[in-house]
Every structure is written in structure tokens, then in C-alpha cells.
């Protein structure tokens, strides 16, 4: 039996629970982030979730202002890398910058910056951090290129439906082809997932929407029934 195939479980009775994302995810090549190779990535701020799911890094990105409380508190639950949202759309240039600073003196391993973002805010955040530059892309109307030169390292792709013809459209790029990492959201189903790999994302970011309501739930039943 060649064991190196075979990945064995071992777990505890009150760690049995942990969120697993899709295994189609460990099809994806990966992107290699100080010395750590990333392929599923949880996007979430629910920090029970963050702590017990068992995704290669957490995507901390929500719609409000950044505030660096609730960066802390993700950092402390996370045992995984933490790529942080420090804004660009209504919040940019310097308060984006700071916010970048605390990531980084927080622990974050990356930084993740919203599709409207500014060159301008592209370079004073690449001016004040040593850690990568994440641009989140949703169309195909963005010179790409010139965010790559203000200092971006990895592109997050957030298309929605499009999401798979979006990471396409980015690897036929001439001047990018396979020159930058892509994260790339995969969708729910194992086929929407392979189609975005295929595509070219070299990482996937899984929504964790409703999944700690739905395992509570799960286990309320189990006790009903049991008691």
C-alpha cells in the first residue's frame, strides 16, 4: 500500500466538526506566499468559522470601513495566513495605507485592496508595507498592467457569474499571461470550481456564508433527537 497517496485523519471527539472546503480546491497549483503554499482560501469574518475550518489562508474583506479592531480579533482566532481588506473604495490613500501598516504589524501575510482603487493609493500603500499587494479585479474594463507596476502581487478575481471567463480574459493578457498569481472566487458546485482552475486561477476563496447557522442546527437536531 503506498501510503504517500493516502492522507490519514486524525482528529478528537470535540474537534470532529471542522469545516472542510471542497477537496476539487487541492486541484489548483497553488501560490507560494513566504514560503507557505495557498490553494483554498475561506472567505469570512465569522471568526468561529475561521478557527475551525481547514482552509490554507482566510480572505478578511467586508463592506465596511476597515477598522483596525476587528482585523485584531480575526488575527487572533486565525491559525491560518490572514490576507487583510485595508479598502480603496471610499477608504484609500493614507487612512488605506495606515490601516495596511497595522495589518502588517498584526500578522496579516497579505493585504487586499477593492477593485476602484487608485494608483495613487496602490503606491502609498506599496510605500509603508513589505508584505504582497492583493487587487481585487470584477471587470474587464481595468489597465491591469499599470496596477501591476503601482506594486500589485496578486490579483483576486470577483466577478460573479463571470468570475471564470474574467480569470480567462486575464491570462490571455499579452503583457500578463502567466506572469501573476490569481485568486479567484470558484463558486459553489465542485464543476464551477474545476472551470475557474481550468481557467487559470491558481487559488480558490470558498464563501463561509451560513455555514456555522447550518452546523448549529445540525447538532440541535442531533440533541433533540438523542435526549
Known amino acids: 500500500m503506498n501510503l504517500k497517496k493516502k492522507i490519514l485523519n486524525v482528529t478528537t471527539d470535540l474537534r470532529s466538526d471542522i469545516i472542510e472546503l471542497p477537496d476539487v480546491i487541492q486541484n489548483a497549483s497553488g501560490i507560494r506566499i513566504f514560503g507557505k503554499v495557498i490553494r483554498s482560501i475561506v472567505y469570512s469574518m465569522d471568526v468561529a468559522v475561521i478557527a ?61 485592496l477593492n477593485g476602484p482603487t487608485s494608483i495613487d493609493t496602490i503606491k502609498e500603500v506599496r510605500r509603508v508595507v513589505d508584505i504582497p499587494i492583493i487587487y481585487t479585479v470584477t471587470n474587464k474594463q481595468e489597465d491591469l498592467v499599470e496596477r501591476i507596476d503601482a506594486g500589485v502581487k496578486v490579483f483576486n478575481v470577483a466577478g460573479g457569474k463571470d468570475t471564470a471567463k474574467l480569470v480567462s480574459w486575464i491570462r490571455e493578457l499579452p503583457e500578463i499571461g502567466n506572469k501573476i498569481p490569481i485568486i479567484a472566487s470558484g463558486g459553489k458546485t465542485k464543476e464551477q470550481i474545476s472551470e475557474t482552475i481550468k481557467n487559470g486561477a491558481n487559488a480558490i476563496s470558498y464563501t463561509a456564508y451560513g455555514l456555522t447557522e447550518q452546523l448549529f442546527q445540525e447538532k440541535m437536531a442531533k440533541y433533540r433527537k438523542d435526549n
Do not use: H, M
Open 52 to 112: 475551525n475550518c481547514d482552509a490554507d489562508a482566510v480572505l478578511a474583506v467586508y463592506p465596511w470601513t476597515p477598522n483596525t479592531k476587528i482585523l485584531q480579533a480575526v488575527s487572533t482566532a486565525a491559525n491560518i495566513p490572514v490576507f487583510a481588506g485595508i479598502g480603496g473604495g471610499l477608504t484609500r490613500g493614507l487612512r488605506s495605507a495606515t490601516v495596511g501598516f497595522f495589518a502588517e504589524e498584526a500578522g496579516a501575510a497579505a493585504v487586499v
